[in-house]
Structures are given as C-alpha cells and as structure tokens.
C-alpha cells in the first residue's frame, strides 16, 4: 500500500476512534490508531503516515503538541484537527502549527476526506456580518487561555480571575472535545 493512504487518527475516545478507523479502512485507507501523544511517538518510529486526523483534547493533554510533531516528522503529512466546540483561537493555533484544516465535531469521514483534498483557501467564501454573541467571546476568551495554559485549569482559572469549580462548571456546560 503506497503511502499516500496511510492515516494516523490521534483520538482518546476510544468508540469514536474505532469508528473513524473502520471508515477509513472502508476506503481504502491502511489506518493506526494513537490514543495520546506518548503512543504516537512510538507509533511514528515505524509507521509513516501521509494523512492524520487529531482530536484537540486529549484527555488532560493538548492535540496541539501531536499536530507540531506530526509536522516534524512530515512538512508534507495532511492533518485535520477535530474538535467539539471550534474556537478561533484554537483554529489560529492549530493551523500555525501546521494543521492543514480544522473541523468542528461532528463530522464525518465524508467531511474529514474533503479536507484532506482542499489545498486552497475559498476566495467565495461567505462574509456575512454574524454578531457574536457575549457567550461566545467569553467562551473563546476561556478557550484561548486554555490553550496558553495547555489546558491546565487550575491556572487557567487563575489567569482569569475566576475560581477554578466556575470554570469547571463553564467547562462542562461546553465541551472542549
């Protein structure tokens, strides 16, 4: 099997990653599964991929810190971010890291193989005026600072002025994945 289809799908949920990697392999797709970052530098010692999927929150670890090394180990491997409450700080991390799309969960091999083939920007894309909510600056404001923190929350409640169980609370209500 060439290695233009082989993927890496970096993913804590276990269900959901097995899930995605049936898909996959339904076309055509030779698939590994890493659920953190400790298994992903064993598994690229000897697996090369030329596509990654890699969930944002990886349990108490970042997917940010998986996607700067999927990049080390290939300047040319596609990777996809997934997440569950898409923030435009993260977005901004994730492609300066060197991501090559981002997409908000749910989504679906149908949605994650598109974004393996986009390459260029959408010079049509829509600019329409969309008012942002106070809860959802808010919400990103939080999620920015999560991610300076690298998802710590007892510092990220501190750099906020809040008390850790607000956050926790805020945390629940939206989830980060």
């Known amino acids: 099997m060439s290695e233009a289809r082989r993927l890496l799908i970096v ?5 959901f990653a097995r899930t995605l990697k049936r898909s996959f392999e339904r076309r055509d797709y030779e698939v590994r599964v890493a659920h953190g970052p400790d298994e992903l530098d064993a598994l690229l ?3 090369r991929p030329g596509y990654a999927v890699v969930d944002l929150k ?3 670890a970042s997917g940010l810190a998986c996607v700067q090394t999927l990049r080390a180990a290939d300047a040319a491997m596609r990777i ?3 997440t569950g409450f898409a923030s435009i700080a993260t977005a901004v991390e994730a492609i300066k890291l060197g991501a ?3 997409l908000a969960k749910p989504s679906n091999t149908d949605d994650i193989e598109a974004a393996f083939e986009r390459t260029e920007g959408n010079v049509d894309a829509s600019l329409d005026a969309r008012a942002t909510s106070i809860k959802t600056v808010e919400w990103e404001h939080i999620h920015q600072t999560l991610v300076e ?3 710590n929350i007892s510092e990220t409640a501190r750099r906020l002025g809040m008390h850790r ?3 926790a609370r805020k945390l629940e209500k939206r989830q980060i994945r």
Do not use: K
Request: no cysteine; glycine share 8%; aromatic share 18%.
């Open 11 to 15: 993913e804590d949920d276990e269900s």
């Open 100 to 102: 090559s799309y981002y």
């Open 149 to 151: 923190t690298g998802f």
């Open 80 to 82: 996809v971010v997934l």
């Open 58 to 60: 990886l349990g108490n």
């Open 165 to 167: 169980r607000t956050l």
């Open 45 to 47: 010692a000897d697996y």
